[in-house]
């Protein structure tokens, strides 16, 4: 059943899918600016990518092409200033490498498309007619990309046509359409459609699921229904996660902690155990991470260089007490910790070792708040992200946050997987054992420290990464005395404390650090956020918590929206982007309250229909990508609003889309500029190999067992399920990773489809399957940017079912067991498994509820099963009714299967 469940919400996902293109961003990840000065040469003077420097350059290259027709010369310019286009890292990127050129528009826009309508100029054919057989000297057409459409390099070329054979082929090389997950360029500055805003919705539901009050949550990387919550005391717990309608409660032993971090935290108001980190990888290596505080006067391994020193101008020795405490007496420490030797694998630990193994950060605080605490790991790029915040004090008094010598007000970007050596620390001057990764923006702005990747923050309280859209790093900031805000980060960004407070000019009431000036920053102001006066108009306490995009489909009338909340007014707010990948955001607050079938009741306020959450601590998000709220009374996970009575006409009218027409193949260009559509193309392909490895075990364990043959030993299942066939622990992950040929991308999502495989089968029969190596093969794939094209012969699909057929007939037979009939498999394959006969199709095709258009397709995996399993077995298997599943289309899958 829980496979079914996730298949409806992948499938159902295709229909709420916002657009994946990123948000406004420059070639060098940068977010777009306004110029200080009017542009001379290019006509992009609001919100663009260029300064005056960047302008005098493309007049300069622009002169040097010496182009000798009037019409084509305009034509070329446009193109040279898209790199001022606020969209110019979606224009100029492809396959996830620079171009000399942006994707020029050769193609009417689809239906889903965002852009403007004026995207429908076909501009590349128009460019070709206009400059085919025109000179122009140092072109940008010429060079890398001539290879795309076959044509010889031709060095000395000055028209098109001495390299391109026809439009065809220019246009393959150079062209491609705007759609739901990209933009191109048409000749003019990119400009996008409003997607119109919708209705807020009309409530959120919540159940109480947990009475502990936590800081952290963060799911288990291996995909399963377990998360780990951490307190601020410095505890670390794995629970799992009961199912929404269950009735069940958090599974979460307070007794009994994956990691007690007590003696080495330091907790207070203000401090404590403010983050953890699970390794991208911790399936395979076991490593996690905790950001937490420390005071040295009473753990001697607290130590660490003061945040305040002479190199940001800053005497320690001047503070003096803050809330008793010394300068830097408190620190903020990052640490790395394992399970490596506490389980077979890693996904099977339940407690850590509790010493740490690695101190990655360690940095004393100048005051006794601000300093932020969170790291996530970057979903594109793997590196790990800290939050920090300016260190404390009123109004940041030293400026260290716009000081680009201090780590205080900054979000910093470590590289923790490449170890450095004791002479770059000390060379590098580090705080720490980790290295810098090649791409921060000290390599753009020199005075800048290595590790920062954004400045200008006053203390960031929960941050995310849009699951769907990764470019949307999304944080809430809070404020001090007017505004609390949600900025979207990007690399190299000022977010402008404590210059301004949201979008207000802000003057500190003491500066010894000095001033940084209006004019001399250009910062990038909140998307959202709300003034203190709008929480509380008495007290005007107010203090923001930043949560997460929602995408799960639970409740279909928040999908997309960000949702962020206050500390202590109890008040929840929803964003909604429009256009949507405009980076321009609405906020509304939104009704909430408890359901009535609540697993634990929720207690409300006298008079109030709100819930009483008292304080909201932070969000969380499952791998089913449900939304959960921390707060001091308890955990509250979002659920169908039809459980509280809130409308939300989708939760009724949610349907599986059909397969759309056969389109005509897209140019070169823009099949390379597809990464969400086949990300979810492989996670319901993934879903559909989940619901038919259920489909399977089920049918050998319907009338049949397996036994020992006594041609080799039978390898017991090492790991159980629960009562949801929910994997809870198998050691299966690391002896399918050690015989299966895969790549990273791919390995973990690969193993734990026949990790879950073996566990259903063993379970349902009783009896363990022999363990054999896996066939060795690799995965063909073509890359194309973030998207992995796998034929379908080579797919894990037909792989695995190849695979488990296998492994039942290596060292075992298939039995009737006198529980009923055994139907003869009616068909045959051929020496490359390859059906050769059968009238299996009709016989599922009247057993199965599916779709017309989907029948073909779901029916073929059935029959390719069945007839590997019958080959392998040499005795048939027992045909029974399976509950209905869909695939993406029917021409989906093909019948050959690899050698």
């Not at 062209?175 to 959120?204: H, K, Q, W, Y």
């Not at 709008?534 to 949560?547: F, Q, Y």
């Not at 960000?562 to 202590?568: Q, T, V």
């Not at 073509?782 to 037909?798: A, H, Q």
Request: aromatic share 10%; net charge neutral.
């Amino acid at each position: 059943m829980g496979s079914n469940i996730i298949m409806l919400v992948f499938l159902i996902l295709l229909l709420f899918l916002d657009p994946c293109f990123s948000l406004p961003l420059c070639t060098d990840s940068r977010a777009p600016s306004t110029p200080k000065a009017k542009l001379e040469f290019c006509s992009y003077n609001g919100t663009g990518c260029c300064n005056n420097a960047d302008d005098l350059r493309l007049k300069k290259q622009f002169e040097s092409m010496n182009v000798s027709d009037s019409d084509c010369a305009s034509l070329l310019k446009s193109i040279l200033c898209a790199r001022c286009d606020q969209f110019s890292a979606e224009l100029f990127r492809v396959d996830s490498i620079p171009r000399p050129v942006p994707v020029l528009c050769n193609s009417t826009i689809s239906a889903n498309s965002t852009q403007s309508s004026r995207a429908k100029n076909n501009f590349c054919s128009k460019i070709w007619t206009t400059c085919q057989n025109v000179s122009v000297l140092n072109s940008p057409f010429s060079g890398s990309l001539q290879g795309r459409a076959g044509a010889p390099v031709v060095l000395n070329s000055t028209k098109l046509t001495d390299v391109w054979q026809s439009q065809k082929d220019f246009c393959d090389a150079f062209g491609g359409a705007s759609d739901d997950e990209s933009v191109c360029f048409n000749g003019e500055p990119v400009t996008l459609n409003s997607t119109g805003i919708p209705s807020p919705p009309s409530g959120m539901c919540l159940e109480k699921i947990g009475n502990g009050s936590y800081l952290n949550m963060v799911p288990h990387p291996d995909g399963s229904n377990r998360a780990f919550f951490s307190n601020q005391q410095g505890k670390i717990w794995l629970a799992t996660i009961p199912n929404e309608d269950s009735g069940e409660t958090l599974e979460l032993d307070e007794s009994n902690p994956f990691l007690d971090l007590t003696d080495e935290v330091h907790f207070d108001t203000q401090f404590g155990m403010m983050g953890i980190a699970f390794h991208p990888k911790f399936s395979e290596n076991g490593r996690f991470f905790a950001s937490f505080n420390c005071d040295k006067a009473k753990w001697p391994k607290c130590g660490g260089r003061c945040a305040c020193n002479s190199d940001v101008n800053c005497d320690p020795s001047k503070l003096g007490n803050d809330n008793s405490a010394l300068p830097c007496q408190y620190q903020a420490v990052i640490a790395e910790f394992t399970v490596n030797g506490t389980a077979s694998q890693p996904s099977m630990a339940t407690k850590a070792i509790p010493s740490e193994i690695r101190r990655v950060f360690t940095m004393g605080l100048p005051f006794t708040a601000h300093h932020g605490g969170q790291i996530l790991f970057g979903p594109k790029d793997g590196y790990l992200y800290f939050m920090m915040g300016d260190g404390g004090g009123t109004g940041d008094p030293y400026n260290f946050s716009q000081n680009k010598k201090s780590l205080l007000g900054k979000i910093m970007r470590l590289d923790i997987d490449t170890t450095p050596s004791a002479k770059d620390i000390s060379q590098l001057g580090l705080w720490g054992n980790y290295s810098i990764p090649k791409d921060n923006p000290y390599t753009v702005d020199t005075d800048l420290q290595k590790e920062i990747w954004a400045i200008g923050l006053r203390n960031p309280w929960r941050c995310s990464f849009d699951s769907a859209r990764p470019s949307y790093f999304m944080c809430a900031d809070t404020g001090q005395d007017q505004y609390e805000e949600v900025d979207v980060i990007t690399k190299y960004g000022n977010y402008g404390w404590r210059v301004y407070e949201g979008h207000y000019v802000y003057t500190p009431p003491a500066t010894p650090g000095g001033n940084t000036s209006v004019k001399s920053i250009s910062p990038i102001f909140p998307v959202m956020g709300y003034n203190h006066s709008d929480v509380n108009i008495n007290e005007g306490s107010a203090s923001i918590t930043g949560g997460y995009f929602y995408r799960s489909m639970t409740d279909p009338c928040l999908y997309g929206r960000y949702l962020f909340a206050d500390l202590y007014a109890g008040a929840i707010w929803t964003g909604t982007e429009n256009p949507i990948s405009s980076g321009n955001f609405s906020s509304n607050k939104i009704n909430f309250t408890c359901a009535s079938d609540s697993p634990l009741k929720c207690t409300f306020s006298p008079g109030s229909s709100f819930p009483a959450l008292s304080y909201i601590f932070s969000f969380g998000e499952d791998n089913n990508k449900n939304v959960y709220l921390l707060t001091d009374s308890g955990v509250y996970r979002i659920v169908r609003p039809s459980r509280c009575q809130y409308a939300c006409a989708k939760e009724k009218d949610v349907k599986i889309a059909s397969p759309g027409p056969v389109s005509s193949p897209p140019s070169k260009a823009s099949q390379s500029r597809s990464p969400c559509k086949s990300l979810l193309t492989l996670l319901s392909l993934l879903c559909l190999l989940l619901r038919n490895s259920h489909w399977q075990a089920q049918r050998f364990a319907g009338n049949s067992q397996v036994m020992k043959n006594g041609a080799g030993p039978v390898s017991a299942f090492p790991g159980t399920l629960d009562k949801n066939n929910v994997v809870v622990s198998s050691t299966m992950q690391q002896l399918c990773q050690q015989n299966l040929m895969v790549s990273d991308s791919n390995q973990d999502a690969s193993c734990r489809v026949m990790e879950l495989q073996y566990a259903l089968a063993n379970k349902a029969t009783g009896i363990a399957l022999p363990l054999q190596e896996a066939e060795k093969e690799v995965i063909k794939k073509k890359k194309n940017g973030l998207r992995l094209k796998v034929k379908i012969e080579n797919s894990s699909l037909t792989r695995n079912s190849h695979w488990q057929a296998q492994r039942f007939a290596g060292n075992s037979q298939v039995m009737k067991n006198g529980a009923g009939p055994v139907s003869a498999f009616p068909g045959t394959l051929d020496e490359n498994n390859v059906l050769v006969s059968s009238p299996m199709q009709q016989l599922c095709q009247q057993n199965l509820m599916v779709s017309d258009s989907n029948q073909d397709a779901s029916c073929r995996v059935m029959e390719l099963q069945y007839a590997l399993a019958n080959k392998a077995t040499g005795i048939a298997l027992p045909l029974q009714v399976s509950m209905p599943i869909s695939v993406p289309n029917e021409g989906a899958f093909s019948n050959t299967l690899p050698r």
